[in-house]
């Protein structure tokens, strides 16, 4: 599976869209961006992913450059219960036994 | 929204002793896994498991270490002879048949191993 890069930490104002960026300049056709989010020692929480098409869900929009060799998680309207790291992760889709490899991810902090 | 169920939250267990951390993976999910993550580390993944048997596992995924599906609804890890090294969050993920389905993950049991 190809690398992610990350920044380690980032923060955002309650309210404020959290834009939450990762570089993964290696990744192949028949790989997945996906993201996934862990609030404190919690499970890792599935947010979004996507191929190369934007894509939205309840939670978040995920961005993929033209040439996928980046992307943008987006929160419209950050929370603080939103404190949490955020790991972008790129998988290979072709069966779905393929490992999730977590890097360190990046630590959003939502202020008051 | 269905979820991954997994017990004990948290499980204390004196070295050299065995222990079996249990999993009930999202009901149509047919792949399941285990990951484990060191306090204050990475995520990292243990094993992944279909049609009843082991389809990858890692490094870490050595011989103490054995998973079972003893029925249609639990999925199990077994820790033979437990090290002080193996306190930890383990997790357990499943997913469903498409290639591209996101991996769901229960919130984990803490193994403390003194």
């Known amino acids: 599976d190809a690398k992610t890069t990350q920044p380690p930490s980032m923060d955002c104002a309650e309210g404020r869209a959290a834009n939450l960026p990762c570089n993964h300049s290696t990744i192949s056709g028949n790989e997945y961006v996906y993201w996934y989010r862990q609030i404190h020692s919690q499970g890792p929480q599935y947010i979004i992913h996507g191929l190369k098409n934007n894509e939205t869900n309840e939670m978040a929009s995920l961005i993929i450059t033209e040439d996928r060799k980046s992307s943008t998680l987006i929160l419209p309207h950050a929370t603080l219960r939103d404190t949490a790291v955020y790991y972008c992760?790129?998988?290979?889709?072709?069966?779905?036994?393929?490992?999730?490899?977590f890097g360190k991810g990046i630590t959003l902090s939502v202020r008051p | 929204e269905p979820e991954v169920t997994q017990t004990p939250s948290h499980q204390v267990t004196q070295m050299g002793q065995e222990v079996i951390l249990r999993c009930v993976p999202i009901s149509n999910h047919l792949y399941f896994y285990w990951y484990r993550q060191i306090l204050g580390q990475k995520v990292e993944f243990l094993v992944s498991?279909?049609?009843?048997?082991?389809?990858?596992k890692s490094e870490i995924f050595d011989d103490q270490f054995s998973v079972e599906r003893p029925d249609g609804s639990n999925f199990t890890l077994k820790i033979r002879s437990t090290k002080l090294e193996d306190s930890a969050m383990y997790f357990c993920?499943?997913?469903?048949?498409?290639?591209?389905?996101?991996?769901?993950f229960g919130d984990g049991t803490r193994l403390s191993i003194l």
């Open positions: 993920a499943s997913t469903g048949e498409l290639g591209n389905q996101p991996q769901h």
């Open positions: 498991f279909y049609n009843n048997e082991i389809s990858e």
């Open positions: 992760i790129v998988r290979v889709a072709t069966g779905a036994n393929s490992k999730l490899t």
